[in-house]
């Protein structure tokens, strides 16, 4: 059996078989993301429930476990409304801007040591050019909509992102020294052994700083003033409904996804275990990728259950006055000892 | 037809037709991001040129930065369409003449006499492990360190420069100083003051 499937397979041209492999790789990418997209947004209603002494959704399906379907089906079903005033291609446009590079991006992102759609050798580079373009979804949207609250929460999300990512940046660049590589798998390589070897430790200022940086390239809470339902009702996507509304929403949870992703396998290890030892290593790589992400997951969460929002100016200078500032030195910090100390080498 | 030169024409028409289109579209937010579109198109051309690393920093900088600030000041112009129009008739000659000049320029330098196929041979493949990046950074910081230090001094001085030009005294402007901010104590702002209550006249 498996060998006439074997027999069918190589009886298609080969252009044929690459586009289909890719094909299936992608899907089996990205609907699991989606699923994940729809359960996390349960997850966070439940969570930040029960952090606020309620209980969440509880009323579709055993214990609201289909909460998430139910409000999918709603969007699907409800009018997309196109203002008469907007811009009507760049409007239909922006959702697909905010999805499309978020989504793009997780082909790099390596599961396990195998499981990689696109092993790239310039895999964190097209991580950052895929991420820094996120924010045209959201400039676009502003500007398309031709609305004032969406035209003010679009500017003041592009001046965020433009000025968190150049900390990533920098904080990526940390990595980069000790790995020495761009490629995402042999960054998680050269952790390899156990918790001690992780890039958690000798960069830990610049984990808290692109962890941060995460949040706030994402619009999350504490950092979610380009929403900002206070002031300006809904930011970006005021003048959204279904489908296209929600196409900006699985863009964020993606882009929080990917971010804790990225988290994981810059700083934490990827898909290692973190002692290797008996009962640590009988749980599968892939298993231990999923805990990390989702331990990350859990803190985006817990922020936006525990903090209140920043106001702007103060965002703006956290990321330009004190993060920057510790990325650089901690940068310039790692370099001397590379260079100098004589177990500049045990450091990488 | 190969599936790669199929790719390569794509893109190429793409960016001419995205080029075209920055110059001849009215909007100027949608010219800036017909911008987008070109450098897009450009950087999937480089790609397939085996230079990955350029193609990325291209969409990096200009697309993830450069184009997010002209757009920022672009959108937030206010633009009358119409007198845009004006005084196209008087300029069209002028405009002629140079675009004329330039293109016969162009024709004679970049013609095949000094950029024909024929002049350059062909560059070896490389094997799928190669790394363009490791190779660029190799390059500049051997062979061409001066004139890459030199350039990032520059870039320094633009930089500074640039602040000192915008920078305006703490003085003259009003500025928050959140360290001050947060180490306020309820002592310091809150006066309770008992006061007896009225009685009903």
Redesign the interface.
Known sequence: MIAHLEAAWRGFPL?SRLVLGSLGGIIAIVVPLMIAVAYLTFAERKIIGYMQVRIGPNRVGPRGWLQPIADALKLLFKEIIIPSSANKY?FVLAPVLAIGPSLVAWAVIPFTSRLVLAN???GL??I??MT??G??GV??AG?ASNSKYA?LGS?RS??QI?AY?IAMGFALVGVLMLAGT?NLREIVLHQAGNIAHWYLWPLFPLFLVYFISGVAETNRAPFDVAEGESEIVAGFHVEYSGMAFAIFFLAEYANMILISALTAILFLGGWMAPVGVAPFTWVPPLAWFLIKVSVLLFFFLWFRATFPRYRY??IM?LGWKVLIPVTLVWITLIGVVMFFAPWGGVVR | MTFTQFVFYLFSAVLIFAAAMVITVRNPVKAALFLVLAFFSAAGLWVMLEAEFLAIALVLVYVGAVMVLFLFVVMMLDINLARLREGFGEYLPVGAVVAALMIVEMGVILGPRHFGLHRFPLPPGHAAGYSNTRELGLQLYTTYVYPFEIASLILLVAIIAAIALSMRSHRRSRHQDPGKQVQVRREDRVRIVKMAAEKKG
């Open positions: 252009w760049l790239i050798n310039a580079l097209f950052l050019a820094s373009m924010v045209y400039i676009v500007w035209f500017l592009a001046a433009v990512e761009l100016d103060q200078r």
